[in-house]
Structures are given as C-alpha cells and as structure tokens.
C-alpha cells in the first residue's frame, strides 16, 4: 500500500477558488453611473453655487428708492490629489521554477496571478477608503487617504478647503443633510444619538431634510447599511408583503429593497466592525464623484529586474499606481447616520 500510494499521481484541480472576493457596492454603483472621471490638472476644482438672488426682490411705492444690492452666491471647493501604489513582486525562485516553467510544472502562473490580485486588491482598498477605513474621525484636506462618505457627510469642519459651522450659520451650504429638529434628532456635530431604524424612521430622514430638497428623481438616492440593519429592514418590509403563489411553488424573500423608488443596499465591509455595524447612509449620488488622474488611473508598471544596481536583489517589482480623490460636491443633499440600530 505504501508503494502504490508513492506511485500514484495525484490529481489536482488547477482551477482558482476565490476565498477573499468583497463586494463594492458603491464603486460598482459610480461605474454604472459614469462618474468615476478621469481629469488632470493641479487640483479637484468645481464652481458650486451656495445660494439664490430671492431675497434681493424689493416690493415699492411710486415714490419709494430702488434698492440696489449684490449678493455673493459662488464659491470653489478644492481637493488635493492622493497618490497611492501597490507593489508587486517576485523572486528569483519564482521566476525559474515557475513563471516560466511549463503547464507540467505550474499549478498556477505566478505572474499573472500577482497582476489579477493586484488589481483586485485596490478595488478592495478603494471601497474601504470610501467607507473612512472603518473610522468616525473624517480624513483632512491635508491627510493622505482618498476623502471619503465620512469626510464629506460629517457636520462642522473643513472640508474642501471650506469650513462649515452651524453655532453661527458659516456656510451651512456645505453641511450634510441634518435630521436635527426631527422627531428621532441627532446631534448636529457627531451623529451619535441612538435611533431605530424602521420605514417611518427611513421616509423622515429623507422627506424632513434637505435630501428631499435636492432629489431630481426617487433614483438618485442610494441608501447603505450593514447585513444586519439590512435584515432588520427587510423583516420589517416582509410583514407588508402580499405573496402570489404560482402553482405549487411558493417564492419567498429578496435581496434588494426599493422604498418609494429608493434603492437600499446591504454592504458587507460595513459589517467587518462594530463601528460601522450602526453607520446608514443616505447618498444622493448625483453629486458624488471618483476623480482618477488619466496618468495614475491603476495604472501598471513593467516587472523590471532589481538586481542591476549596487546592493540590488534578485527580484522583479511592477507597481499599480494611482492617483486621485473621492469627492462630493452638494454635501446638504446627503445624511450620515453613526447610531442606527
């Protein structure tokens, strides 16, 4: 038995099972929508404007003065570029013994391998970028992350070069979308008072705010939670549910949820922390934006050989480079919730 199990050739599946694949919803939506753009230049620049002439209207008598006034409704919000790159590489081992080895010889093509992963991976690393990296502290304009949903949706604080302070009214423009004042209020600077998420809670967040000021249409917005809030929702929705048998099968459940045109997404790396587990976010995606530079767009560099130069390595480097930011441009047409539960 010993001899016959030396003797024997095993059989091994050559195919790949994927055991790390995560979902990106919100990327996945920006790639559907076209605004992932690609733009140089020396920042991440757009006009917005920041109010209206309505109140310049004067009502007068035949022998009353014409009033004469401007008022000031611009204003630039400016982004930094963020660079990043991944580095891939390979040794000498792996490029005699395998990368070019015959298919007798490989059970897997190392260097076509390292180049899929790579580009796995920074879209990985780009959703969780978008999500703060799991952090409530938002990333500065002078930080070296891509700014993210918190960056842009958390009250009182620079963002884009404009800094926002709802104490006194300066540029209550460029604040999130702020239940505050509301039945299940929450505070305006940090977002952290419990409240329940149900579909009254839902429909006030949105019809009781500047979200529904700024809706163009029920589809713009794109609301995010973690699998658990999203079961939570969707038992709730299920009670109000007629179902229709069709012969002798009966069809149950769904895993995506429209309330009043509004699309509800359950996003896994919102559950890989207790932090996250309670974050809701109401996005008007309209107004959100993936800017990559058209030079550093994941860009790959060629494997080059490191051994060539003075105490060099025996080993080939590629890089994924990129450069780029995670913007938003009308921040009062969107909410973040930090304590939903």
Known sequence: MADLAKATRELFDRSL???????????EELQK?????????KYVERLVTT?????????????????????????KPRFTWRYGQ??????????????????????????KFLVERGQDATRIWLSQQIFNSGSETPVADAGT???????????DHTYGTITSTLSTSANDFWQPANPAGLTTAISASTQDTAVNLTISN?????????????????TDLYITMCPTLFNKLRAEMESKMVYQPSGD??????????????????VPYLQTSSIMKTWVFILNMRWFELRLHTLRNFKMTPFVWQGDRANGHDYWLARIMLQGNFVCWKPNSSMWLAEVV
């Open 86 to 111: 991944l580095p891939l590489r390979y040794d000498v081992d792996e490029y005699t013994q395998n990368i070019h080895g015959g298919k007798e010889i490989q059970l897997l093509n190392l260097a």
């Open 249 to 266: 099968t009966q069809k149950q459940g769904f895993n995506k949820m429209i309330l009043d045109g509004h699309q509800i997404v359950s």
């Open 51 to 75: 109010g209206g002439m309505e109140d310049l209207m004067q009502m007068y008598t035949a022998n009353q003065g014409l009033t004469d006034e401007k008022v000031n409704m611009l204003d």
């Open 145 to 155: 992350d891509f700014q993210s949903l918190v960056s842009a949706l958390d009250a």
């Open 33 to 41: 929508r076209r605004q992932i753009t690609h733009s140089g230049g």
């Open 17 to 27: 099972v994927d055991e790390v694949y995560m979902a990106t919803p919100v990327v």
């Open 202 to 218: 839902l429909r006030k967040w949105i019809s009781e705010s500047d979200i529904q000021h700024y809706m163009k249409t029920p």
